[in-house]
């Protein structure tokens, strides 16, 4: 009988850059995957600031903001890919038009009736907006774990919406008793 390989599913994970990954798109970053399936996988990244605030991007958008507390947040690159494309990460049982459920409370919606709920101050406790994504197609993720490009933990609420952007990278990887710091080019995955 011959054997296969199954399917790993590390949605509701975070993928954290090993320090010698040598993908600038990924360097030192936080990536949480929001989807795993035998289609490939597709996550945002967490941890990289844009120089654009939530304001600034709902006014492009001509949507009035306003709640002054959602205004001043700083908006995030979520990955290389598809970098015009707005999404939503956000906890809540809530749904909205586009909403991708990662686990009971916690989602990414993509479309614009949560923006205006958000900019009424009518949207979920804890959000995070990203601009793009990163995928990976059938098997390339596996293959990268395998290449000890990343390590893995489960998703943290405090990790994904209270840690400071700059100590996320180190603070996840803390979540499973990991110095990134203290790691070399040749380190394993968790």
Request: charged share 20%.
């Amino acid at each position: 009988m011959p054997v296969t390989e199954s399917i790993l599913d590390l949605r509701n994970h975070l993928l954290i850059a090993m320090p010698s990954m040598g993908d600038p798109n990924f360097d030192h970053t936080v990536t949480l995957i929001c989807q795993h399936d035998e289609y490939g996988a597709f996550g945002v990244t967490i941890n990289r600031p844009l120089e654009m605030t939530v304001g600034e991007l709902l006014s492009q958008l001509e949507i009035e903001v306003r709640d002054p507390h959602v205004s001043g947040q700083i908006a995030l690159s979520g990955g290389p890919v598809q970098s015009e494309q707005g999404f939503v990460l956000h906890d809540g049982m809530r749904s909205w038009e586009s909403t991708l459920r990662i686990e009971e409370n916690l989602a990414l919606t993509s479309s614009r009736d949560i923006l205006a709920d958000i900019a009424n101050g009518f949207g979920p406790e804890n959000f995070l907006l990203v601009l793009g994504c990163a995928g990976w197609s059938p098997g390339q993720l596996e293959h990268e774990l395998k290449e000890n490009a990343w390590l893995t933990c489960p998703a943290v609420a405090s990790i994904l919406f209270d840690t400071p952007y700059n100590q996320r990278w180190q603070g996840a990887a803390r979540t499973i008793g990991v110095d990134v710091n203290l790691l070399g080019v040749e380190a394993g995955h968790g």
